[in-house]
């Protein structure tokens, strides 16, 4: 069965400082992994996405993934962290037999300090 | 363009009683899917709706219900709220069923 794991609840980070939170998902074929953020009283945007081809995958807002199949791990990174991007992060893994929907993870709550 | 566009934002209904959560999609998708997000948690899929059929239900009960209508505008229903249907609920779309979905801001659900 699917799932993803998100083992860090909450991450706190000082402006400036680098990023990262780490996924791990079980899936039985390929993956297709996703990064979503949500601010708070809002939907999910998208940061990126895994489908196939280069591990190291760039997304909006200075976000980067890399996805290691050996680990099962498709943790994100951001170089500086600035302080608007305190929100809820999630990660997912999409499913593509029929409903094609998506598994996500509990969320990681990033908090930045000036 | 509008995105994903919900209705209504916020609702505060009682227990036993029946909701009905509204959903535009970006014009020019045909597919829709519901989720639910309890707080604290991930989102969790309801349904998938394509070309006004159900492609796929998640793991939710019969109180739970949807339609999609020919302008691929959505409906989702729940019968005999419970106070665990206590949520947001999050609409997505994309042109054919296909990943990346895009998401509304969701409908803030309250059983009291």
């Known amino acids: 069965a699917q799932s993803v794991t998100q083992p860090d609840i909450h991450i706190t980070v000082s402006e400036g400082a680098s990023l990262e939170l780490r996924c791990n998902y079980s899936?039985?074929?390929?993956?297709?992994l996703f990064w979503y953020v949500q601010s708070p009283g809002q939907g999910l945007q998208l940061l990126l996405k895994y489908f196939s081809g280069d591990t190291l995958v760039q997304g909006i807002k200075g976000f980067e993934a890399e996805f290691k199949r050996s680990q099962s791990s498709f943790n994100l990174r951001k170089p500086s962290v600035h302080w608007s991007d305190a929100a809820e992060y999630f990660c997912a893994v999409g499913e593509f037999t029929g409903a094609n929907n998506l598994f996500f993870g509990t969320g990681t709550r990033l908090t930045v300090i000036p | 363009d509008a995105g994903v566009t919900q209705s209504p934002t916020h609702l505060i209904k009682t227990r036993g009683q029946h909701v009905t959560l509204r959903c535009s999609p970006i014009?020019?998708?045909?597919?829709v899917s519901w989720y639910q997000q309890v707080l604290g948690q991930g989102p969790q899929f309801i349904f998938q709706y394509y070309e006004k059929e159900e492609r796929g239900r998640g793991n939710f009960p019969d109180r739970f219900s949807a339609r999609q209508f020919p302008n691929y505008s959505s409906e989702l229903n729940v019968n005999a709220l419970l106070l665990g249907d206590s949520a947001l609920y999050l609409c997505a779309s994309s042109p054919r069923g296909e990943q990346p979905q895009h998401f509304g801001d969701g409908t803030r659900l309250s059983i009291l």
């Open positions: 899936y039985g074929a390929t993956p297709y």
């Open positions: 014009s020019g998708h045909k597919s």
